[in-house]
């Protein structure tokens, strides 16, 4: 399954350097970089062992080099990566795949992109290193809580 979701043709859309993530309701949201010349990101949704795709919903802006982690309450953490204006974004969102919609979340203390974000034991987010706007390699951490 996880080729197909790959599969820019399987997938029904063509998408570059997307990311996959598993949900707890073990469901993969399939995110789409090229949308940055469009409105919005788009994501698709196929469930853990299944072979359709549907509708995602829309983030609140496109983003690409960016990380993504799920979260203990099902919702999954999009932060950072390069925005519509091309530059190293510091916003983060939280993707509700039930519900199929975003919200802002807090913003990072660094813009960054092509960086980590790895979901801890204790539930929170670490997100970690990546590129300044400047593709300055960044050594700094933070969490999210």
Do not use: C, W
């Not at 350097?17 to 970089?33: S, T, W």
């Amino acid at each position: 399954m996880l080729a197909a979701a790959g599969d820019d043709r399987r997938a029904g859309f063509a998408r570059r350097g997307h990311h996959q993530r598993a949900g707890e309701d073990q469901r993969f949201l399939v995110g789409q970089q090229d949308a940055l010349a469009g409105a919005g990101g788009r994501g698709r949704r196929v469930g853990a062992g299944g072979t359709a795709f549907r509708d995602g919903g829309q983030l609140l802006q496109p983003r690409l080099s960016h990380a993504a982690a799920p979260l203990s309450d099902g919702r999954v953490l999009v932060a950072g990566g390069i925005t519509t204006d091309g530059k190293a974004s510091s916003s983060t969102e939280l993707y509700a795949p039930v519900a199929r919609n975003a919200l802002a979340g807090p913003r990072m203390t660094r813009a960054r992109k092509e960086h980590t974000a790895t979901t801890l034991s204790n539930g929170k987010v670490l997100v970690i290193g990546g590129l300044d706007d400047d593709d300055v390699p960044l050594a700094s951490a933070e969490l999210f809580e």
